[in-house]
C-alpha cells in the first residue's frame, strides 16, 4: 500500500468527523424525539360521540387534562390551546390537520353535557376541540396517568391533586413532545413552533431526505 | 506524481462512498421508538403458563394483538411474521413473536396455541382478563372494541393492526404498519438483532 493511499484513508476519516460534527453542531435538520407509544382509548364526547385514539390518526393532537370543577385560580391551559388554535395559520402545517382533546379526570361529575357548557363558556370551536372521559375509572388511570405519565389523584370530596400539561402527539399515535405546566413555561409560541417541525418531517421525510431525517433523529438535534 | 495524487483522489472518493455506505443510517420500514424505560411487562396466559416479555430478555420480542376469528388482517400479518421468521433462517432463534388475543371469550390458551402454531412453531399466543388486555393493549397503542358480525362470527373485534418491535433489553423499538412485507419484517428484524 502506498503513502498516498493512507493519506486519503486518514482525509476521509477526518471529512467523514467533520461532517458529523457540523451536522451535529449546525443541525440543518431539527426534529422532536419520538419518545413513545400515546396510549389507546375509547372515550366519550362532549356530544356524547365516541372519541378514540383511532380517530386522531393521521393529525397531530395536543392533548391537555382538567377537570370543571377546578377551583380559580385555575391551570391556564385552555388560554393556551385557544392562542394555537387562533394562530394555527402561522404554521406550514402542509395539509396536516390538528386537533385538541383535552381529557377530564373527573368522570363522575364532568358528564358530556357537563363537559358541553365548559367548552362554551370559554367559546371552544368543537369542530377542533373535543373535551372527552370514560366512566371506566382504571382504563382513565391507565391512559393519563401511566400512558401520557400526568399525574393526578383524587384526593376526595370533589378535589383532585394534578400536574398538569401538554401531550403532543403525531399521526402515527407516537407522543413527540410533553409541556410540563407547573415545572416550565409552555408557552403558545413553543408548541406553535414544535407542530411546525413535525409537519416539514412528515412532508420531507421521503425517499433519500428521509435518511437525514433519521441522522437527525440520530444525533438527538431536537428542536429546542 | 500524478499518479499519486490521483490514487490519493481516488482512495478519498472510494473512502467517503465507503464510508457512507457504512455509516448510513438504517432506513428501517416502521416507525423508531426513542422510549427512555422498558415498556410494559404484562403477565397474561399462554397454554403453557404464565407468559410476560421480560421472560425473553436477550431475544428480540414481536407482539401482535388480534384474535382467531380475525376474519384477513391478523393471519395475513402473522403469515408475513412467520414468514419472516423463516427468512431469518437459525437468527429467528433470537426472535420471540407473542399474539396476545383480545378476544378472551372465545380464544383460550389451548386455542391460541393450535392457531399461532399454524404459522410458526415458535410463535405464542397469550390472552387473559379483560381488565388486564385493556392495560396492555392501551400503553402499547392497541384500540379495539367489540363490532357486530355475522351470524357465523357472532361479533368481530376492531383494532389496531400495528406490529411492535422490543428489542433485547425490553424497550419499545419499532411499530410496523399493517402491510408490511415479511422481507421488510426480516430487514428490519436482522438490522436490530445485530444491534
Known amino acids: 500500500m502506498s503513502k498516498a493511499f493512507f493519506n486519503g484513508i486518514y482525509a476521509l476519516a477526518a471529512l467523514l468527523v467533520l ?9 440543518p435538520i431539527q426534529v422532536l424525539p419520538r419518545m413513545r407509544l400515546a396510549p389507546a382509548y375509547n372515550f366519550t364526547d362532549q356530544d356524547n360521540q365516541p372519541l378514540t385514539s383511532e380517530t386522531q390518526r393521521g393529525r397531530f393532537t395536543l392533548y391537555s387534562f382538567t377537570y370543571t370543577h377546578c377551583p380559580p385560580p385555575c391551570y391556564n391551559s385552555n388560554e393556551t390551546i385557544r392562542e394555537i388554535q387562533s394562530r394555527l395559520d ?98 403558545a409560541d413553543r408548541i406553535l413552533r414544535h407542530l411546525g417541525v413535525l409537519a416539514e418531517e412528515a412532508h420531507n421525510s421521503t425517499g433519500s431526505a428521509k435518511l437525514a431525517y433519521e441522522a437527525a433523529h440520530l444525533f438527538l438535534c431536537y428542536a429546542p | 506524481m500524478k499518479i499519486k495524487v490521483f490514487i490519493s483522489v481516488f482512495a478519498v472518493v472510494l473512502g467517503l462512498a465507503a464510508g457512507f455506505y457504512f455509516l448510513r443510517p438504517h432506513t428501517f420500514h416502521g416507525t423508531v421508538i426513542q422510549s427512555p424505560e422498558p415498556s410494559l411487562d404484562f403477565n397474561l396466559a399462554s397454554a403453557d403458563g404464565q407468559v410476560s416479555p421480560s421472560d425473553f430478555r436477550g431475544k428480540v420480542v414481536v407482539l401482535y394483538f388480534g384474535y382467531t376469528f380475525c376474519p384477513d388482517i391478523c393471519p395475513a400479518t402473522l403469515a408475513n411474521v412467520g414468514q419472516a421468521l423463516r427468512n431469518l433462517g437459525s437468527k429467528a432463534d433470537e426472535v420471540q413473536v407473542i399474539m396476545v388475543s383480545v378476544d378472551p371469550e372465545r380464544d383460550t390458551p389451548e386455542k391460541l396455541a393450535e392457531y399461532v402454531a399454524q404459522f410458526h412453531p415458535s410463535m405464542i399466543g397469550v390472552t387473559g382478563a379483560k381488565e388486564q388486555l385493556d392495560e396492555a393493549a392501551s400503553l402499547y397503542g392497541i384500540f379495539y372494541e367489540k363490532t357486530e358480525g355475522s351470524e357465523a362470527t357472532s361479533y368481530l373485534i376492531d ?11 425490553g424497550y419499545l423499538k419499532l411499530v410496523f404498519p399493517f402491510g408490511v412485507t415479511s422481507d421488510e419484517i426480516a430487514d428490519d428484524l436482522k438490522y436490530i438483532l445485530r444491534q
Not at chain 1, 390537520?97 to 357548557?117: C, G, Q, W
Not at chain 1, 376526595?156 to 403525531?170: E, K, Q, R, S, T
Open chain 1, 90 to 187: 402561522e404554521v406550514e402545517l402542509n395539509g396536516i390537520a390538528v386537533s385538541f382533546v383535552t381529557i377530564s379526570i373527573d368522570p363522575e361529575r364532568d358528564t358530556p353535557d357537563v363537559l358541553k357548557t365548559y367548552g362554551e363558556s370559554f367559546g371552544a370551536d368543537f369542530a377542533q376541540w373535543k373535551f372527552a372521559t370514560t366512566t371506566n375509572r382504571e382504563l382513565l388511570k391507565t391512559v393519563v396517568g401511566a400512558g401520557f405519565e400526568t399525574y393526578y389523584e383524587d384526593k376526595g370530596g370533589g378535589n383532585f391533586a394534578l400536574d398538569p400539561g401538554f401531550v403532543l402527539v403525531d399521526g402515527w399515535g407516537v407522543i413527540r413532545s410533553e409541556y410540563r405546566y407547573v415545572t416550565e413555561v409552555s408557552d
Open chain 1, 19 to 27: 461532517a458529523l460534527l457540523a451536522f451535529k453542531v449546525f443541525q
Open chain 2, 159 to 169: 383494532h389496531t393492526a400495528t406490529l411492535l418491535v422490543l428489542d433485547r433489553e
